[in-house]
């Protein structure tokens, strides 16, 4: 069965370095979008993807996060400035359309470590 | 605003039947879905319910009653690995989920 892929599955960084954060989708998927959880918490909503452009994003993604689809099959977050506050997993995830109840699939997440 | 709450944990006996309750206040409504999350893992999606009623597959079922804000997962047959959190999560008239905070299930032989 077709999956969301995550690479690293886990990155230690120090506070002030950029990550990027790599995904993915499931492969006839047009939506993608990337979810946070910090430990112990819910899991958050950052921002949605499709057609090559942003469609929804958060509060939570400010100036400091940015999403690209180098290619036909990944897609990344990249964190410019990582803050300790950042520290938590993020998970991809992707769904075959936005609207309605189309399910979204998630990947295994990557867990971001900031020191 | 929006707000989903569900209870923290909850306690149940192999065999047995479960019930996880999920109440929401949100702007928009376009589904309201279930996920299961084992500890340190993705969520996995379980169930959805646009309409209500109940939705049926396999042990787990969902309903939904739009008019009071409220759904529920009923889990039977409770089984060790069902041991996990159960996220309930709304979609209003975007794309994303907005998640609940989790009901972290635990199954005691």
């Known amino acids: 069965e077709p999956e969301v892929t995550q690479t690293p599955s886990h990155q230690v960084t120090q506070m002030g370095q950029e990550v990027i954060l790599r995904c993915v989708p499931i492969?006839?998927?047009?939506?993608f979008y990337w979810y946070r959880q910090i430990l112990g918490q819910k899991v958050e909503f950052l921002v949605s993807?499709?057609?090559?452009?942003?469609?929804?994003k958060s509060e939570i993604f400010d100036d400091q996060f940015s999403v690209e689809r180098p290619d036909g099959s990944n897609f990344t977050l990249k964190i410019r400035s990582t803050k300790l506050e950042d520290s938590a997993m993020y998970f991809c995830?992707?769904?075959?359309?936005?609207?309605?109840?189309?399910?979204?699939?998630f990947g295994p997440g990557t867990r971001l470590t900031v020191l | 605003g929006q707000n989903i709450d569900q209870p923290t944990e909850m306690t149940a006996t192999e065999g047995a039947i479960v019930q996880i309750n999920c109440t929401y206040q949100t702007s928009g409504f376009n589904g309201l879905f279930w996920y299961q999350q084992h500890a340190g893992e993705a969520p996995t999606f379980l169930s959805y319910n646009v309409l209500d009623g109940l939705e049926e597959k396999g042990r787990f079922s969902s309903f939904l009653s739009r008019s009071k804000g409220y759904s529920y997962l009923l889990l039977k047959e409770l089984q060790m690995k069902d041991s996990a959190s159960y996220l309930c999560a709304v979609k209003g008239y975007g794309q994303n989920f907005v998640f609940g905070p989790g009901t972290r299930l635990s199954v005691l032989p």
């Open positions: 993807f499709y057609n090559n452009e942003i469609s929804e």
């Open positions: 492969s006839n998927h047009l939506y």
């Open positions: 995830a992707s769904s075959v359309k936005g609207g309605g109840t189309d399910t979204q699939y």
